[in-house]
C-alpha cells in the first residue's frame, strides 16, 4: 500500500510538472505571434482615429509591451492563487468562463466518451473473433471510412441530413433561439446535444475498435487460447473467458488517451454546430488573441487529460496483479 | 475460388494508389488558375455535365477548386508528414541510444505534447507563427512525431541487446557508427510505414485547422477553406458545396491510409507471410 502510495504521488509530481511545462509552451507560443492584438480586435480604421493616450491605455489592457518573462511569472503566481487572469474578449474572470463553458461541454464530452468506448470494445472484440469473415471485413471498412474522414465534415454532413433535409433536429446552438431561461427544458438541450454527441462518439469509435481488434487477434492466437480449444471449450467462451481480460488493459489505455482526442474533436464539431462550448471558447480565443483565455483553456485541458492518463495508470494496477507488484518495485 | 497473391495485389494498388495521387496533385497545379475565375453568368448552378461538381456563389467552377483544394493539401501533407518523421526518427534514436538523461528530456517533451488536443497546439503554433501556409506547416509538422518517435525509442531499446550491436561495441565501434550503420537501416521499415501512415493525419489536421480559420487564408483554394465557406450556403439547399470536395478528400484520405496499411503488412515480418 506505501508503495502504492508513493507511486501515485510521483505521478502527480511529474504531471505538475508537465502542467508547468504546458503553460510555458504555451505562453511562449502566443507571446512569439507576430499577430497584434490591437490590430485584430480593435481594427486599424478605429486605431488611427484614437488619441496616443486611448492606444497607450489599450496596449496595457492587452499587455503590449510589457516583457514577457515578467508577463509570465506575474500569471503564474495569480494562478497558484487560484486565479488565472481575466478574459479580455469576455471580460470576466477566465475561470468563470472556462467553467460556464465546461459545464455546457461536459456532457457532451462524457456522452461521446462513454458511448465510443463501449461501442469500440464491443466492436473490436467482435471483429477480433471473428477474423477474416465477414463482420470482420465490415467493422475494419467503417474504421477505416471513418478514420480518414474530417470531424468537421462528418458534422456538416449530419447537419445536412438531420437538420437541413429532414429538418428534425435544431441546426445549432444548446439552447432553442431566443428563449428565455426559465422556459429551457432538459428536453430542449438533449435535442441540441444530440448531432454533437453522435458525431463525436461517430469518430472516437474507429481507433478504439482497430487497437481492439489487434490485441484480441493477438490472445486469440496464443497458445493459452490454443489449449483452451483443445480442451474442448466453446470459441465464446474463450473470447468471454480470456479474451476480454486480456484486451482490458490496452482497452484501459485506449479509453483515457482518447479524453484528448475527443476534447479536440469538440473543439471543431462546436465550431459547426456553434455549440457554445469550451472547444468554441478556444477557437474564439485563439481568432481574438485573447491570451489569458487560451492560456487558461490550454492548461486546463492538459489538466483533464493528464488526470486521465493519471486514472488509468492507477487503474492498471487494479486490474493487473502482476503490474501492481511491478509498480511496487519501481 | 482464384487464390490472390497479396504482395501482388499490394503492389498493383501502390502503382494505381500513386498514380491517383500525383495525377490529383498534377492537376491541381494546372488547374489553380482555373480555379480562381469567377463568372457571375453561371453562379449557384448545380451539379450537371458541364460542371460535375456544380459552381458556387461567385461562379467558381467547384471541380477546379476542389481539384486544386485536394493539390495543395497532397503537398502540405507530404511535407509536413516527411518533417515530422525525421523529427520523430532523431527525437526515438536520441531517446534510446544517448543515455538515461536523454531519455528522460525526450519522454518528457512526448508526453508534454501528447498532453495538448491536437487541434489546439496546431492551432497555437499557427497563431506564433502568424497563420499562413507557414503556420499550418509548422504546426502539423510540430505536433505529429510523437507517437513514431514512441515506436522507434521502443525499437531502439530492443536493438541495443541484439547480439550484433553489442558485438559492434565490445570491438569498440563507436556509438555514433552503430547508430548509423547498424540501427538506421533496421529502423528503415518502421519509419517507412510510419511516415506514410502520417500523411492522413497530417492531411486531416490541416484541413481542420484550415476550416477553424488559422490556416490557410480564404484566397487560397484550400480544401478546409471550400467547406468553411459552404457552412454559409448550407441552409440554402447548397449541398454540393460541401458533399462532393468533403468526398473527394475522404477519398485522397482513403487512398493513402490503404497505401501504408498494405505496406506495413508486408514489411512486418509477422504478417508477410499470411
Redesign the interface.
Known sequence: MKHRLRFAVGKLFRMA??LL??SI??F???T????DPLQTNVGQVALGSMSQEQVAKLEAYWGVGTPPVERYLGWLGDVLHGDFGTSLLYRQPVLEVVGQRLAGSLWLLLFAWIISGILGLVLGVTAGATRGRLPDRLIRGYC??I???????LA??L??IFS?WLGVLP?GLSVPIGADAASITLADRLQHAILPALTLSITGVANIALHTREKMVDVLNSDYALFARARGESELRIVLRHGLRNVALPAITLQFASI??I???S??VE??FTYPGLGQA??TA??G?DMPL?LG??VI??AI??GGNLVADLLYGVVDPKIRRGAARE | MKVTNRRRSTLWLIVFAVAVLAAVTVAGILLNGQAMESDFARKNLMPCLEYPFGTDWMGRDMLARTLAGLSLSIRIGLLTAAVSACIALVMGIVSAAMGRWADSVVC?CI??V???????LV???S?????GFLGVVTGVALSHWTSLARVIRGEVMQLRQAPYILAAQKLGVRRWDIVRRHMLVHLMPQFLTGLILLF?HAI?HE??VT????GLSSEQPAIGVI?SE??RY??T?K?WL??FP?IS??IV??LF??LG?RIRLLLDPASAQE
Open positions: 510538472l508537465l511545462g504546458v509552451l504555451t511562449a507560443l502566443m512569439a505571434s507576430p499577430l477505416l471510412l478514420s480518414s474522414t474530417p470531424t468537421f465534415w456538416l454532413l447537419l445536412l437541413v441546426i484528448s482526442e476534447i479536440g474533436g473543439v471543431v465550431q459547426v478556444a477557437v485563439g481568432l488573441s487560451l483553456i490550454t485541458t492538459a487529460v493528464f | 518528457f508526453d508534454l501528447m498532453g495538448i488536443p491536437h487541434i489546439l492551432m497555437l503554433i497563431i506564433a507563427c502568424g497563420k492522413p486531416l484541413a481542420s476550416f477553424l480559420g488559422f467547406l459552404s457552412m448550407l441552409t439547399g449541398w460541401a458533399l468533403g478528400l475522404v484520405v482513403l491510409a490503404l496499411e
